[in-house]
């Protein structure tokens, strides 16, 4: 579990790390080292170089996708590298979220540092600039099977044009409000502000930020409910998980047998049986299993802020320089790996649905029917626990790979797409259904804490976590809207750990 500050600034030296990025993507500041300056500037000359010498160089003067053969003259370049803003900025649908837009950015700094990408240094530090002052572009979520439409409306702001979530709303009056002029962008700085995985992979840094609170919570609130259902712990011995040949699993257990160590509760029902079900007993190897599949990702995306994901890229010397058509701009890595982690996360939590199951069935519980202190007057969690099973096949149904979806764009000039971006949308959506379904469980398992009449002491680690919860919301007693409970707790789910 990651319990390091987070920094208030953060220096690009040669790549972040996806740490550092989701620390620029909650806020911190972010400043270009002296030596990466050097880069940039070293690859802008190339590019200079290139139009001067009339080297054929796809988006410096040609036009992009299937018009890559069509001639653009130097007088023309500036003036193409603009319309390719205005011609690619069609998303549509509800914008990102602040976090999100602010991630894409850093990764499209990024990206820029690498010094392949032959943009002017003055694009960086325009782009820099509303990190810095928390100016954040709207960006529409929907509307790109890969990552264009998304850059293009943040680079609109750096233009001068489109909308701001801040006020002023306008791009213009925002660069008017930080005394900052429209960047006027010059050859090759359209195309390069449009391409590359940035775009996936900012997104799939909040992904991975989120999924790593989520397995922590999930952990946690899985330890109440098998207290609270009575589990047996010998399922969490050391020696007998170590035999599974994964670090991940045992790590769970360890957490495990952490969160229910002193558990009186435990202690009294130990050997009343002589296996509980799989949602209980199987949580180290569903939980590692999906601890697994985190770190891959983590791997990936790391391995992708290291990378040049530019096209074209620009190497060579001022004398003679080469511009590089190649396809770095593809993000099939970071579209596998989303597909897989949002397949992990719903595999979490369908897993903490059954456990919420059978908190509220009677059969199998032994406590109240539903979690209710008067069963049948009151409802308490039936329909809490259809809310999550609604989440869960919803889950399965968002779990379709989408880097299977293929496509073909640009006059079959595009004819493979990897849709890593959509990927990336589709696991924070899986995310947020899962999210609400921990809540749920955690919720139910508090209940059924305070059901259990006359039973024996909590571990003190899952006490704690009960309270955490009552200070948010009492027992329930159908007397209020249960979502308002729902909300709260899934509120503090998604921006605080759980204890440590």
Not at 76 to 93: E, F, P, W
Not at 224 to 230: D, I
Not at 347 to 361: G, H, K, P, W, Y
Not at 441 to 456: F, H, I, N, V, W
Request: glycine share 6%.
């Amino acid at each position: 579990m990651h319990t390091d500050p987070t920094p208030t600034a953060v220096t690009l030296n040669h790549a972040l790390n996806w740490r550092e990025l989701y620390s620029v993507a909650e806020g911190a500041s972010l400043q270009v080292s002296n030596d990466t300056a050097a880069r940039i500037q070293a690859s802008r000359a190339l590019v200079n170089s290139i139009a001067a010498k009339g080297i054929r160089a796809y988006g410096v003067n040609t036009g992009v996708g299937a018009l890559c053969d069509v001639a653009i003259d130097v007088s023309q370049q500036a003036q193409l590298s603009r319309n390719l803003i205005m011609s690619h900025a069609v998303g549509v649908g509800s914008p990102l979220t602040a976090l999100e837009t602010r991630a894409i950015m850093a990764a499209q700094v990024n990206n820029f540092c690498h010094g392949y990408s032959g943009v002017r240094l003055e694009l960086v530090a325009q782009l820099v600039a509303l990190l810095n002052a928390q100016c954040t572009p709207v960006v529409p979520s929907q509307g790109s099977v890969g990552y264009l439409s998304h850059m293009a409306h943040i680079a609109l702001v750096a233009i001068g044009e489109g909308q701001v979530h801040s006020t002023p709303s306008s791009g213009a009056d925002a660069l008017r409000a930080m005394k900052l002029k429209p960047l006027v962008l010059a050859a090759k700085e359209g195309l390069s502000v449009l391409n590359g995985t940035p775009c996936a992979t900012g997104l799939a840094t909040v992904v991975l930020a989120r999924a790593e609170r989520l397995l922590a919570w999930a952990d946690d609130v899985s330890a109440m409910s098998f207290e609270a259902l009575r589990g047996q712990p010998a399922a969490f011995d050391q020696e007998i998980l170590a035999l599974r040949q994964s670090p991940a699993i045992n790590q769970v257990g360890a957490r495990l047998r952490a969160l229910l160590a002193g558990s009186a509760i435990l202690a009294a029902s130990a050997g009343a049986h002589t296996q509980a079900s799989l949602s209980l007993r199987a949580i180290p190897q569903v939980h590692g299993a999906a601890r697994d599949v985190w770190q891959h990702t983590a791997t990936i995306i790391d391995q992708e802020l290291k990378a040049v994901t530019d096209n074209p890229i620009v190497t060579g010397t001022v004398d003679a320089p080469e511009a590089h058509s190649e396809a770095h701009a593809i993000g099939a890595a970071l579209a596998l790996a989303m597909d897989s982690l949002g397949i992990a996360i719903a595999s979490v939590a369908a897993m903490s649905e059954r456990r919420t199951d059978r908190l509220v069935n009677p059969l199998v519980s032994g406590l109240p029917a539903f979690l209710s202190a008067v069963p049948g007057v009151g409802s308490g969690f039936m329909i809490a626990q259809y809310t999550a099973a609604s989440l869960v096949a919803d889950n399965r149904r968002l779990a379709a790979p989408a880097s299977l979806d293929g496509g073909i764009t640009s006059a079959l000039q595009e004819d493979h797409l990897c849709h890593a971006t959509p990927a990336a949308l589709k696991a924070l959506k899986i995310l947020d259904n899962a999210e609400h379904i921990v809540a749920i469980e955690l919720l139910a398992a508090t209940q059924a804490y305070d059901l259990l009449e006359g039973a024996p002491t909590r571990a003190p680690a899952t006490e704690g976590l009960h309270q955490r919860v009552r200070q948010l919301a009492p027992t329930y007693a159908d007397d209020r809207p249960l979502a308002e409970d729902i909300g709260r707790v899934r509120t503090l789910i998604s921006r605080q750990w759980p204890n440590p």
